[in-house]
Each structure stands twice: as C-alpha cells, then as structure tokens.
C-alpha cells in the first residue's frame, strides 16, 4: 500500500494521499468530535479546544510519547518523519492514536529547500497549505506581537511631545520608556539579516521616537512561546499583558498592559489559540500547534494541543524541537513543569549520516551532494558517533525516562552500520528499533509501535533536572554540565549583572530557563561535533519572557534573526497559473 | 423586522443578524453555485472565482452599479451603509443583487473607533471577522510584499560580500542596485508612523545593506494594488514579476523578477486572490475584495469581484473609496479601463452633516461630540454647502453617468434639510432619493432602490476623461482642472523630472494615474471644505507601480503611512475570556 518513495518525491506522494485525505465533515466523524467542534478552513480545520476539553475533561488522558533527536546535520534527522511514522505504526497495530507537531517558519520554507512536514510515507499533508502559512496562526503572531511595538513607539511620541497636562486629557500617565532600554523588537516571518539592527523614528515630531530597534523571525517571539504554553484562552490573555516591552527610567519594566494594548493583542489571537488539524499520509489526525527552532525559542508543539491530544487519543505523539540537549530538556524542564504532564516515553531519532558526522566525517552543507563517507559504508565512523547517541541517553534517563532509540533508516545505510547502533544504545541501557517508515509508511514501523507501546507499560519515575527554587545562575549551570557535557558556565559581565537582578526579584522565582543555543552541537559552537570536552559555555545576554515566565540566557553567538542566504528557495517557488497549484517548495 | 438602530449599538445589531447568517453550505445552495466554488473559513467562506467564471462565461452580465460619495468629514458618510442599504432595498423589490466592498485596513480599526462595516440595518457581516483580518489576505499581501524586501536587502549584502566569480558560482549575475534609489519599502497593517523613515543593515557584513529605508501601511501595497485590478491568476503572477524595487547605478530598472522572487510572493497570494462572501444584515451577498484608502492607493472593491458578481446578480453594487474626486475619478479612468466593465449607473452618498461642514460649520473632529450645528436644524448651512454636492454631480456626469444622488439620512435631519439637498441635486441634473436604511434595512432604501433601478434604464455614453495618448503631466492638469476644480498644477523639480523620464519611456504609455490626495478636500488641504478657488494643486513625487501600472503623483503632504493618535482604540479592545468574543472593537 505505500507509496515508492525511492522514485517519488515527498511532494509527489503528498498530492496522492492528499486526494483521500478526509475533509472536515469526514474528520468530524471518524474522530467522533461534535459538529461545532471542527471549524474548516478549506479542505483543512482547526480544532476548537475549549469546547474539546470541557466535552472530555472526564475522560482519563492517553499515553503521552514525545520525540526528539541525537544532533543533527544541518539536513535535519528526520524528526517529524519519525513522529509521523510512529503514528503509523501504532495505527497499524490498531491503536487510537495522533500526534502534535510544530508549525514551519517561512523563514527557512524561502530560505531552504525541503519542509517541515516530514519525507516518503511517513508525511503530514496537506504539505502546501503547511509549508504556506496554514490556517494564519503565525500571521497572527505576527500582528499581535507588532501591535505592542507600534502601542509603544507611538506612546513614546506623544510622550515627548505632549506635557503631563495634554496626557491627563487622554486619561494618560507619563510611562517614561527609557529609549536605551527597550528589550522588545518587531517580528517578520522571514529570514531578513538586514532588519537585525535598525533605527526607527527618524524624521519629524509626528513621526514616532528615533531609537534602536530590530526584528527577529516570528518563531522567537514572546507570543510564540505564550501559544506554546498557555492553559487556555484566560491564561493567555494574562500572559500577554505582563510581557515587558522595555523599563523606565527608574528601571521600572513596562508592560503590554501598561501600553493599554494586550486586550487588542489577544484579539488577534482569538483563532490562533485552536490547533490545527492535518493528516498522516495514512490517514491518522495530527495537530500544528505553536512553532519551531528551540535553538532559539521554546520549539516544543503547545500544551493546548497536548491536552486535547491526550484526552482524543490513547497513544498521543508530541514533537520536541532540535536535539535532546535543547528541544528534550525544554520539554523537559519547561514544558512538563507547566503542563503537569508526564511522559511515558521519550523517542530519540538518529540516522547513520548524523552519527557518521559526529564520528569524524566531513562537512555536511545543505544545498551540495553528500560526501561519499556518507553513502558509502564505514562503520568505524558510526561507533565513534555513537558517543553523540549515548550522549542524549545518559540526558533522557535523567528524567527518569528510558527512551527507545529509533535509527530513522535511509536506503543506504548498511546491516553492520545498524548492528553497531544497536549494540550501543542497548549498552547504554535502551530499547532500539530500526524504522523504515520513510519507505513503507506504517507497516515500516512496526518495530518502532511495539518497542513504543512496551516502553509504555514501564513506570516512570520523572523528574526536573533542577528545582524552581535554585537560581538562575545554579541552573544554567546544571543544564550546561549535566545535558551539554561543559565544564561551567562563564557569564559576560552584563549577561551576569542581568542574571543577579532577576534572581533577586523575587517576582521571578518561579520563571522557566529557556536556553538560546545552536542545535549544531552539543557545546555553543555549531562546528563541535561528537560529544566536545573542555569547553566551557559561554552566556553573553540574557532576555526576560515575562508572559511567557521565561528567563533566556543567550549563549554562543546565535542571533533570534537568521539571514537568507544567497541562494535562497524562493529563486525556484512558483504559482502554476492555470491550476493555483504550488512549484517548487520541495 | 428591522432592529431599533436608535437603541441597539452597530454591533449588537450584527450580533443579532449573525444568528441566522448563511452558513457556506447554504449559500451554496441558495446561490446555485457548486460544491467546489465554496471554500469554507469558519462561519465564512470564499469562493473560487476561476471556476465560478468558467461555468457561468456565456452568461451575460448584470446591472453595474457604483457608490461614491461627496467630500466627508473624518467620521466618513455612510459609503459601506448606503451600498448595503442599496443592496438590502434591491433585495426587497425581489431582485437578485448582491456587492463587492472592501476590506477594512488594521491601521484605523486599531486607531479610530469604528467598522467600515456600515451600520444600523444596513451592515455587512459577520463584524468581528470583518474588522480583524477576515480570510487573511492582508497578511498575504504583507507576506509577499516583505518577501520581495528580504530578497532585495539579502541580495544587496551578497552582491557587496562576494566577487562576480563567487556570484556565478550561485549563478547569480550583479544586479548593482542604487541603494539612493531603492523605490519600494516594507509594509505593515498598522499605522506606524516610527517606522515611516528607518535605516536598516546596521552591523556587520553578514547584516545585509546599510541604507535608509521606510514602511508603509498594508493597504498602500503594489501588491493590493494588483490584488484590485488583476484579471486572474496568470495577469496576477505577470503583474507581480513586474514590481520596481528600485534601480541600479545605471538607471535601469530592478524588479522582483529581477530578484528571482516574484513566484514565491505570487504562491503567498494564491488564497488572497479569491473574493471572500459575506452578508448583508438581510442575508444578501457581499463579496469581500482589496482594500480602502483610495487617498493614498487604489480602494476600489478589486476587478475580480466585479467580474463574478455582474456574473452571479442581475444586479451588482461595487464601492468606490472616499469621495468621487478620488474614489470614482479611480473607478473611472483607471478601474473601467483596466476591466473594460461600463457602469450603468453611480450612487453619491450624501449626509446632511457632511453638507453642513462643506456650508462653513464648525471642525469636526473624530471621538469629540459633535457642535450643535450639526444636530439642530440649519438649512443655510446645507444650502451653502450642496456646492461640494453639485461639484461632484458634474464630475459624474463627465463620465458619461447621470447620478442618483442618496441622502444618507440620520434622525437629526429635518424635512427642509432634507428638501434643500433635493431640490440642489434635480437643478443639476440628477436623481435624488432620501434613503433610511440605517433605520429601517431594505424597507427604508426602497426609494433609493428605485430610483437606481429607472436609472439603470438610462443609456450611458460611458467616456474616460483622457485618453491613454495623453502625457501624464497632461492628464494630471486634466484631472487637477476637471474633477478637483484647480487652476493648475505646480511641480517640484524632483516630481517633474522624474514625470518627464516617465512621459519619454514608451514602456509606460498605457499606464494609469493614480492619484494620492487627500479625501478630506476637493484640494490637497484639507481644512479647505466646500469648492476651494483659486488653487494650485502641488506634486511633490511620482511613484511607479509598474505591476500595478501605475504612475502615482503624490500632493500635498499625505503619507503612505498614517500615524496612531495619542488615544488609539486599542486601549478599548479585549476578548472575553470565557466564550471568545472580542469587545470594544466598535
């Protein structure tokens, strides 16, 4: 039944399973959802969590099986393929089983070829609509987020322009918005370097406040990660008014509900707060909900979806972002916190191309032809990798979790390159499964599904790798040696002069850690492969979510705007004029 | 069966008539489209125009009916109410009838209090949806317009960092683009005015190009502007990979095509290209296309609309923005030629308030209450000011189209007020009809109904005012004299340089002038009310959108960018927690 994904390509079989793909009318019955609880966007729908849960609250929740990955190339191991073959699987074996996944960022859809939607029969679809914005809710990120920036340069105009008295007739207080210290930027969904640094209000007194300002791609804002984890509709509309866009004068944060400005921000989200839902090429539901890149946000699919995932499905399957060290941990110590969710298990993907990397091969670039180590087999390369594999183990069972290790197979990956990956993940005291779901769909995973629904029946004993009372500083370093392997932590001085005040406040106590660190390595610098030693970890800034209750310390040199290259995907996107259909994307 | 608009507010109304609005699959059925030309969003739907033009080509078209109005004050004259109004009064005379409006800009709804939604009984809904975003094709239009911004300042950085030998290497050839003449900005749907004058590219070199930069609001996009004229798809997709971005050291054009983008911004546009259907408050349709502000863009409802609704109704009402100076000068010379569609017949809005200020009544101002003069009776006033009425009387009537001319009417208005208008507009030469829509739905536009539909009897001897041969500084001295009642036109050096080059270039011969002015004034002031004498109309710039084609001569100081008052209306909207709705947006 599945498709050839050695001829076709990912877009090829999506537009086939496309055409049976059920429509909202048909999701509504298969699921067994209410008439009002599926609202369509054309052929798609989303989800109306509010009334889902309160239908279900009796119901006792599902297993709950997040994915995540060893570190990978810059191509990706093969995350959401994993995920959604995983989903296959378990409904091969005739499980009621979904999943949630992240939403792509336009950013890398027009910056690299490929998506976020999975490959050969292990496919989200409908793949279009997902690599193009979906159902908005980025959009809508997007216009939320920006409403507080023009809210606060406006404020900071008529401000400078208009006594106490004129701001007294308005009902106005005087903010005071030190223009040095405003932390918020704008966001645009695109990888656009050249908006990195900028300065805005140049001209005369009705043209806004001359400053500093910048953008960062939509994913990394604050209201991305309010998606992520709010409760519900009231929780988010808190959270959005405590977002400080700056302080004033006297140090003072102001916030989004100090601009007047969060009920309206809220508004723009009224939709975005329902996940979307889309397809398994076999046909299973799968939720989008929140966004990518936990290098530099939170990068895990949202508790919203999760709650209704685990109350629809007895197997629900949760996307982490990026490797175990940054995507696990924050699902981890972040999201699991705030949910009160307990995983059953965790998935760790690994290929032999990323484990070969890590063992000493060459570069891998995305855009240029594999080198040949790649394709070619040497299992010397594989075992000294697998340091990487038992790496994200040791970090996983920190948790309390004894992950299953799935080797995400491609067509030229040996029996003896397998055998080794194997026999070091079983060392390291895990199960192991090889999939093929990329070349068979579910019946590829059936190894994976019966290696998941054991790990299933094993007792979790979870717990947080650090305690909310421990400090910030304490706990950056805790991450920095127990998940990243460093030495220590070291601070720049404005980084750690940061770092004391918020431990001093005591209005930050119970604020997560959200790390900012490349997803390339395990250390702060992407070209460190393997498991690096003799490093030490260095913090140069560090960002308060105060909606989102996250404090971020940035680490290395990543930048929350990433640039386009110059050879960009965009060059080979086009519109076939006679049908609307899509060129190109993948 | 209308509701008590003397004591409901506009958005209870709509909440009422939103109970029983038409679901998609009930419009389906109830306007015999197929199954497939409907594509649901929620409670609202679009539809698919190729396929609805392609089934219903040999039908032939029905009545073309456009609305305008007279110069308005800042509070605006009812243009959106008295098209719904016209609509709901055909709907009762049991014709089939049906409009194209435009969608309201983020930028006021956020600023000013207020829909452009129409009011009382004679609303388009579902509101809420309406105001904030509807299908999404603001964000489309953001989206790839940015796109083509990305692309550009990228390019600029790599063309700067890399020698010719490294650009064929991508097989990219040196565009060389001015950065002192990079013509388009970003966009953004909000009124920012911080961001009307920036410099970007600040950093390193790998933060793309140092140079100034500006924003405008969505709606004053090329994009939107194509969005209203394009014919189709492939018209769509060649107009967009025809955008000027700027020009190289030579003076020779740059375009998105250029930059190997205009594919990619065409697939963020291939949603947005299909008209959105929403309901009168009597369940007729309304199709939803492009966008307002014909002072600073096009704001016509878009070609495309147009195109299904002459095809879907025997009758077919399409809106014009602002006043007939702007809004159906547009219609006129640059819409009709574009569309080869002939008006039957034009609608003037007219209020008794409007009249007044245009006779010498006090400033009215936005959110302040209004002066008595407006409230009590005062024929002299409206007397003196039916000069601003009978000016855009004879503007029409240049077109070829004998008005009716529709008193808006409120409860303040008087008999002899009202009998005043009347007897202005039949001495010269139009129809009058005195509409109560706002109070009464379709039963209180019958007379309105009626009159268009004798009016539509009358043959029209459709003529633009200037032939496509005629130079542009020509045609602006046409339309300055002709429709505003200037003396003439005066140049900065820049402008008519800039006029010139474009006059000499047989590439833009057939090019539309799209004016920018003020709505405020039949001048480029607009304190100046009435008919201003005496008068030259100052050109300061002239843009091109050679997508769009247009040439755009920019007057008087109007910006492509407004700016958020000291007093926005965002610091009155919120969503209630507990069922989703949003409050304070009207």
């Known amino acids: 039944m599945a498709y050839d994904a050695t001829k076709l390509k990912d877009f090829e079989i999506a537009e086939q399973a496309e055409k049976n793909m059920p429509l909202p009318y048909e999701w509504q019955e298969k699921l067994g959802l209410q008439k009002d609880e599926v609202i369509p966007y054309g052929r798609i729908c989303k989800l109306d969590f509010m009334k889902i849960i309160d239908r279900l609250k009796d119901k006792p929740d599902g297993k709950f099986i997040e994915v995540t990955a060893i570190t990978p190339t810059p191509l990706g191991e093969g995350k959401t393929t994993t995920s959604m073959g995983l989903v296959e699987g378990l409904g091969k074996r005739g499980m009621n089983v979904g999943a949630a996944i992240r939403q792509p960022s336009g950013g890398p859809t027009m910056n690299i070829k490929g998506t976020a939607a999975g490959g050969g029969n ?69 990888c656009a370097q050249a908006m990195r640094n900028i300065i805005i209000g140049i001209g005369g007194r009705m043209d806004g406040f001359m400053m500093k300002s910048k953008f960062g791609i939509a994913v990394s804002s604050e209201i991305m990660a309010i998606l992520a984890v709010a409760h519900d509709l009231k929780d988010m509309r808190e959270r959005i008014g405590k977002i400080i866009v700056g302080y004033d004068k006297k140090g003072k944060p102001v916030t989004t509900s100090d601009l007047e400005v969060a009920g309206a921000m809220t508004a723009f989200m009224r939709n975005a707060i329902n996940p979307t839902l889309m397809s398994t090429a076999e046909y299973q539901p ?9 290098n530099i946000a939170i990068g895990q699919s949202s508790i919203i979806a999760d709650r209704i995932g685990l109350k629809m499905f007895d197997y629900h399957v949760t996307e982490s972002g990026f490797a175990a060290d940054i ?43 594999l080198p040949e180590e790649y394709v070619k087999e040497n299992v010397g390369l594989v075992e000294k990798g697998c340091e990487n594999l038992v790496h994200h183990i040791n970090t996983i069972r920190k948790a309390g979790i004894n992950p299953v290790v799935c080797i995400n197979s491609f067509h030229t990956d ?13 060392a390291a005291g895990a199960r192991c499964a090889m999939s093929e779901h990329w070349l068979k ?20 004993n979870f717990k947080f790798l650090y305690p909310l009372e421990m400090p910030l500083r304490q706990r950056v370093d805790a991450i920095a040696r127990e998940v990243y392997g460093a030495d220590g932590v070291s601070w720049t ?22 790390m900012v660190k490349t997803h390339l390595s395990l250390s702060h610098d992407p070209a460190l492969k393997g498991v690096p030693k003799g490093w030490t970890l260095p913090v140069r800034d560090v960002l308060i979510f105060a909606g989102a209750k996250f404090l971020c310390p ?7 705007m990433p640039g386009t290259s110059s050879d960009p995907a965009y060059r080979r996107i086009d519109v076939d ?5 899509v060129l190109g994307l993948f």
Chains 1, 2 share one sequence.
Request: hydrophobic content about 45%.
């Open 441 to 460: 769909g579910g019946d590829g995973a059936l190894e994976l599904a019966d290696a998941v629904i054991d790990a299933c029946k094993d007792e979790v």
């Open 327 to 369: 995507g696990f941990e924050k699902f981890w110590n972040v999201k699991c916190r705030f949910s009160g969710h307990v995983p059953n298990v965790s998935v760790l993907t690994a290929t032999i191309r990323a484990l070969k990397m890590h063992g000493g091969g060459p570069k891998v670039v995305a855009g240029r032809p």
């Open 493 to 514: 001085a404005e980084a750690e002069a940061k770092a004391k005040a918020f431990e001093e406040n005591p209005e930050y106590k119970d604020f997560a850690t959200m």
């Open 286 to 294: 799968v939720l989008v909900h929140a966004g990518p890149f936990a």
């Open 577 to 581: 004029t006679e049908t609307g259909k």
């Open 414 to 426: 040996t029996k003896d390159e397998i055998a080794a990956v194997r026999r070091a993940a079983e």
């Open 554 to 560: 940035m680490t290395g040199s990543i930048s929350l």
């Open 122 to 190: 292990a496919l989200a679809i409908p793949m279009t609509e997902f690599s193009l914005g979906l159902t908005g809710d980025l959009n809508d990120i997007m216009n939320a987020h920006n409403l507080a920036m023009v809210a606060l340069t406006a404020r900071m105009q008529h401000e400078r322009n208009y006594d106490d008295a004129e701001l007294a007739k308005r009902n106005l207080r005087r903010l005071d918005v030190d223009p040095t210290r405003v932390e918020m930027g704008w966001i645009i969904d695109f």
